[in-house]
């Protein structure tokens, strides 16, 4: 089956750790992309890459970081520069229209 | 830049009555635009797009969405509701930054569907 997988699905990490979040995609697509999601703000973005070894800065991209070594796999590091870092992160890739299709999600929780 | 407003950020509706959910944007060109649809602590899942050609598209679920571009509108609409469309709704429009090659969609803040029995 073609798709995106997020994983885990939920998280829960200290204050001060830093945590990993995995999506990989089977669909062939270059672009990637990571979102973050609290209630009532919409998606915000936090990086994308449209190839191998190469991303951008989304809106909110203090305290994450990426890399892009394979173009099945666009992992997110939440550091410990990020100051309210629990919430719901989605990541996304593209396709020729400018269409997104989205994985699952993570839920991550720092106490 | 682009910008995404969503008006309405709860709606509710009885089952079997029409829906209508708006979406308005600004764009300088001719607008990518979509209609997502997510269920609690899903991903989102694409309902349709508009890209070119007829400005009234079919997505799947029995919604459609209209494009105006007068109005700068992409409403998204479906004859009768059913319990199992109670979601949050977004509507995104997308854009290419020439400069550097990127493309990306901005969304707006979503709508939360309630259906009443």
């Known amino acids: 089956d073609g798709g995106i997988t997020q994983s885990p699905k939920y998280l829960f990490r200290k204050e001060g750790q830093n945590v990993t979040l995995s999506c990989e995609q089977n669909?062939?697509?270059?672009?990637m992309y990571w979102y973050r999601q609290d209630p009532g703000q919409g998606l915000r973005l936090i990086y994308y890459?449209?190839?191998?070894?190469?991303?951008q800065k989304g809106d909110i991209a203090e305290g994450y970081s990426v890399s892009r070594e394979k173009k099945e796999s666009f992992p997110l590091t939440v550091t410990s520069a990020q100051k309210n870092p629990t919430a719901f992160y989605l990541c996304?890739?593209?396709?020729?229209?400018?269409?997104?299709?989205f994985g699952p999600g993570t839920r991550l929780t720092v106490t | 830049a682009q910008s995404v407003t969503q008006p309405d950020i709860h709606i509710t509706v009885s089952e079997g009555a029409s829906l209508e959910l708006r979406c308005n944007y600004s764009?300088?060109?001719?607008?990518?635009l979509f209609w997502y649809v997510q269920s609690p602590g899903q991903g989102l899942q694409l309902l349709l797009k508009?890209?070119?050609?007829?400005?009234l598209v079919q997505g799947i679920k029995g919604f459609e969405a209209e494009f105006k571009r007068s109005q700068s509108s992409f409403n998204l609409r479906k004859p009768s509701v059913h319990w199992s469309d109670a979601a949050e709704y977004f509507c995104?429009?997308?854009?290419?930054?020439?400069?550097?090659?990127?493309?990306?969609?901005?969304f707006g803040k979503g709508t939360m569907l309630l259906v009443s029995p």
């Open positions: 996304a890739t593209m396709g020729q229209h400018y269409e997104q299709y």
């Open positions: 669909l062939n697509h270059d672009a």
């Open positions: 890459s449209q190839i191998v070894n190469d991303f």
């Open positions: 764009y300088g060109a001719t607008p990518y």
């Open positions: 508009y890209f070119s050609g007829d400005t």
């Open positions: 995104a429009v997308g854009a290419h930054k020439w400069n550097s090659g990127y493309s990306t969609l901005t």
